[in-house]
């Protein structure tokens, strides 16, 4: 490895300048912006004396809008000296002036009939707000089916919802709900599908319900502020409302959308009668404060870091503001996330990352506007991500994640069609303090660089098919000097970007989309063959002539790009076929996510559906989808073909099943680095029931098997069981479990190996795991806005390695010549580690077996005490043990885990919602 060398002054950059720089960038930004201003749907049950209504739309062609405008047309009435209170109880006297919106149809169970219950939805404004009132009829003897909890969790209580393309555009909406039981619920729908939803979308707005003998009542209150629309002086806002009664197993709609189609805001009625309302600039400010405490039950007297109690303290704000009518600016200094969920547990034995997904609030909300399709370009889990330097020091203060100093977004989309997603954020450089045991010294060292992460994606929609094409971007910039041993670690900087484009025909029933990206990562020599050699890209591979391991190189380029087309609407016959690519070079992962690179892909798929109600079923689906890989020597990676099938039975229950096949191929990562090695045959199922989503009770099981010609196997069970009383109790229990052998199980790679392996011992063993972990949730609801919900797993996982070997003497074999055989010898010594002995050559392999308990959960309080102001307590526990053992693990371990040592971690939170304008 040659020592770094210098980069060009172009590309130097003092800390003063590099922190004038990115307060710059992000304020450019934020200004840039202002001046360019499935889930699975609910399935329920119904009478078997019904099954002879028959849909209205049973056999019309599904394919093309209808050219006369929609009929559906509702108005909103403006208050003028009157007011609305907002009690639930609609005996204002502009409710009895506003015309109601009655005439709904089913979607389930039977599409298209009429409702046995009458819905009566009515809309009047002020300056501020938009008010909704609806009545909910209900026969005498019929009951209401509702649940207390917390916003957003309606579960399978009745409700209404309604829907508004504030834009008018035919592509986004907003979505505002009440349960019978007063939970609201809101989401946005960032394309035009239903069942596409943003539940980040948390506005302050309010809602009220009552009953009576006949009906359940709603009213809802939504500031304009917290809306984004044109500035036009006379609105049209697309509209849409559902009402679910799970009793009934029925789902209502104002303006059905078939089974049969696609298309959500795209084929909504209108909200005519709103005029002369103004957007505001719609500034909230949050202070916050918090403080937190962390106790350790192993802890150790003699660390100087550790007090017994760890008090920490700290203050923040966020900060939002309207841009005009379309854009919005949202602000955050010092962020605070301690009221989010830790990471579950795992042993990750793969080359690769674990994937967790975003918890965190500022990038959750709006976080659809930073993402486009294909390449995830944008990861937000790198942004405050865990320091990349480490410490080998006994007691050290190592940060558990990078401080945020800032960060804004601008996120909105403009009358014309045009959408705009832009962030940017400062990290912190940080620093670990180490505790000398000799000396009693206590010394810091860096160990992760101030740092500049920035996103853009803008999109414009065209054409009456709604068809977008769009641009995404990212950059990543560190204070990095030549002399700074981190810049043998990350990248200075980081580029990535492309193009992309959504062809709509036919209503969307036909669709042809793609992207074309590319990427660019430049640093020190040291980082950058850091990044040739890493999981994603492999270089180093010694057969492989179409990438070359440079050490001097400080810089690396790649592309990628992505062609699709696909029927997605039809009365049966649905289709696709996709060819993708990504280079050897291409490089994402300093502000994205890529786990390998060199591939070139492509997959097709037919599915048959039918989905008018048959003597048996419901509804089902059947599905043939065959794909393959190469890299970019010609090497043939992979290549299956999979058949699945869905039903949904008379009852409600859904069953899935699913078999696929995988031929011998080779594998160019197998050996981490080295030659290729040859894969079996795989075949592997799945089959999967679950029950009535309408029933407070509620159930789903899966099981799952994996052979391969190989040896190995895998078997596979989880299940989900979840009550949810009428009443404020929510339970839910999640087991799972697996047992599994796999035959080529990497080890190391030691010197010494023959000339057909490239002089290196490629090692691998056989290991038996076993999982068990359960995941349990226990809520409560005092009120929709006060809460006490119970998170917690206790987890096991054990490993057993045995027959071990090295990839036999063969170009592209896929055999091992196993240790004790053909000359050589193994033999386990005390400690469990083995001594092998080849020929003249002697080596040792450590112990891998394993047995890992792991106990996580997480007990939070949260009072919204004023609207949009919220208040967290938090208990944490994080407890774990991992040990050498063989022994195979059972339910008593997911048990002992609770008992393993750990650390308990308190806070409080408390956030208070200003808006000023």
């Excluded at 977008?468 to 810049?487: H, I």
């Excluded at 696909?566 to 990504?582: D, F, M, P, Y």
């Excluded at 060199?598 to 794909?627: F, K």
Aim: net charge neutral; aromatic share 10%.
């Amino acid at each position: 490895m040659t020592p770094p060398s210098s980069l060009p002054a172009t590309l130097a950059v003092r800390p003063a300048q590099f922190r004038s720089s990115l307060l710059l960038l992000a304020l450019h930004t934020a200004l840039a912006c202002t001046v360019t201003a499935r889930p699975v749907p609910h399935r329920w049950e119904r009478d078997m004396e019904r099954c002879s209504i028959q849909s209205q739309d049973a056999g019309a062609p599904s394919f093309r809008r209808a050219d006369p405008p929609n009929p559906h047309a509702a108005n909103a009435v403006r208050l003028t000296s009157e007011s609305v209170t907002l009690d639930g109880r609609l005996d204002e006297a502009v409710w009895k002036k506003a015309v109601p919106v009655e005439n709904f149809v089913q979607k389930e169970p039977i599409e298209g009939a009429k409702p046995r219950e009458r819905t009566e939805v009515r809309f009047c404004y002020d300056g501020s707000s938009l008010y909704i009132g609806a009545r909910m009829h209900t026969r005498p003897s019929g009951s209401v089916q509702s649940t207390l909890s917390r916003r957003d969790n309606a579960g399978n209580s009745e409700r209404v919802l309604i829907s508004l393309d504030t834009y008018f555009d035919k592509l986004t909406a907003y979505t505002f709900g009440v349960t019978a039981s007063g939970v609201r619920i809101d989401y946005y729908h960032h394309e035009d599908e239903e069942f596409s939803r943003d539940y980040s979308f948390d506005p302050v707005w309010e809602a009220a319900v009552t009953r009576d003998d006949s009906s359940w009542i709603a009213e809802m209150r939504i500031p304009f502020s917290q809306l984004r629309f044109s500035g036009s002086i006379a609105q049209i806002w697309g509209l849409n409302i559902n009402r679910y009664i799970p009793t009934e197993n029925e789902d209502l709609y104002w303006v059905l959308v078939p089974k049969k189609q696609t298309g959500w805001a795209s084929r909504f009625g209108t909200l005519n009668g709103i005029r002369g309302i103004r957007s505001s600039y719609r500034i909230e400010i949050v202070p916050y404060l918090a403080g937190s405490s962390t106790l350790r039950d192993d802890r150790d007297h003699r660390n100087p870091f550790d007090d017994g109690s760890n008090l920490r303290g700290r203050a923040g704000l966020d900060y939002k503001m309207g841009l005009g009518p379309n854009l919005t600016l949202d602000a955050s200094i010092n962020p605070d996330f301690g009221q989010v969920e830790a990471d579950p547990a795992e042993v990750n034995l793969s080359a690769y990352e674990t994937i967790f997904s975003e918890r965190r609030p500022f990038f959750i909300e709006g976080s659809r506007l930073l993402q486009g399709p294909g390449m995830s370009y944008f990861y937000s889990r790198r942004i405050g991500a865990a320091p990349h330097g480490g410490s080998a020091a006994r007691y050290t203060d190592m940060p558990t994640s990078t401080s945020i100093l800032g960060a804004a977004k601008v996120t909105g989309r403009l009358r014309s069609g045009f959408s705009i997603g832009a962030l940017s954020a400062v990290t912190s450089p940080e620093d670990v303090r180490e505790f000398d045991t000799l000396s009693g010294q206590v010394t810091s060292r860096r160990v992760e660089p101030l740092a500049g992460f920035g996103v853009l994606r803008a999109q414009q929609q065209f054409g009456a098919d709604a068809s977008t094409a769009g641009l995404m971007f990212t950059g990543v910039q560190r204070d990095l000097r030549d002399s700074d041993p981190l810049a043998h670690l990350l990248n200075r900087q980081a580029l990535a970007g492309g193009a992309d484009f959504n062809l709509r025909f036919d209503g969307g029933a036909y669709v042809l989309n793609g992207y074309l990206g590319a990427s660019h990562v430049s640093g020190a020599p040291a980082a950058l063959l850091r990044v040739q050699t890493s999981s994603a890209h492999f270089f180093q591979r010694p057969d492989a002539p179409h990438v070359r391991l440079d050490t001097n190189r400080t810089s690396l380029s790649g592309f990628c790009g992505m062609l699709q087309f696909a029927k997605n609407s039809g009365e049966h016959w649905l289709w696709g076929g996709q060819i993708s690519t990504e280079s050897p070079g291409f490089e994402i992962n300093d502000a994205g996510l890529l786990l390998a690179s060199d591939d070139i892909a492509g997959w097709g798929n037919i599915q048959y559906r039918e989905t008018a109600p048959r003597t048996l079923l419901r509804s089902y689906s059947i599905d043939l989808a065959v794909g393959g890989g190469w890299n970019y020597g010609g090497i043939r990676q992979y290549a299956d073909a999979e058949v699945s099938a869905t039903a949904m039975l008379w009852n409600y229950w859904n069953a899935a099943l699913r078999l696929e096949h995988g031929i011998s191929a080779l594998s160019d990562d197998l050996t981490r680095g080295g030659p290729l090695m040859g894969t079996p045959a795989v075949t592997s199922g799945s089959l999967s029931l679950s029950g009535n989503y309408a029933m407070p009770a509620q159930w789903s099981l899966a099981l799952g098997l994996i052979r391969d010609d190989l040896g190995g196997w895998s078997v596979s069970a989880s299940g989900k069981a979840s009550y949810r009383p009428e009443g404020q109790w929510e339970l839910s229990i999640e087991p799972r479990w697996s047992h599994s052998v796999n035959p080529r199980q990497y080890i190391a790679a030691l010197p010494g190996g023959a000339a057909a392996t490239f002089g290196t011992r490629y090692v691998f063993s056989s290991i038996e795991r076993g999982k068990l972990a359960l995941t349990l949730r226990c809520n409560y609801a005092f009120t929709p806005d006060l809460t006490l919900e119970l998170y917690a797993e206790p987890y096991a996982e054990s490993g057993r390695f045995f027959a071990y070997g090295e990839l036999a003497a063969a170009a592209r074999s896929r055999d091992l010549r196993s240790y004790g055989t053909d000359g050589s010898t193994i033999t386990r010594r005390d400690d469990g580690s083995f001594l092998v002995t080849d020929g003249p050559a002697a080596f040792s392999l450590r112990n891998q077996d394993f047995r890992y308990l792991s106990f996580r959960s997480n007990l939070v309080m949260r009072w919204e005490w004023m609207r949009g102001s919220t208040l967290f307590l938090v208990w944490q526990q994080d407890r774990g043990l991992f040990e050498a053992s063989d022994a195979l693990i059972g339910p008593r371990d997911t048990f002992d885990s609770i008992g393993a040592k750990g650390a308990n971690f308190f806070a409080l939170k408390v956030s208070y919602w200003l808006p000023v304008g």
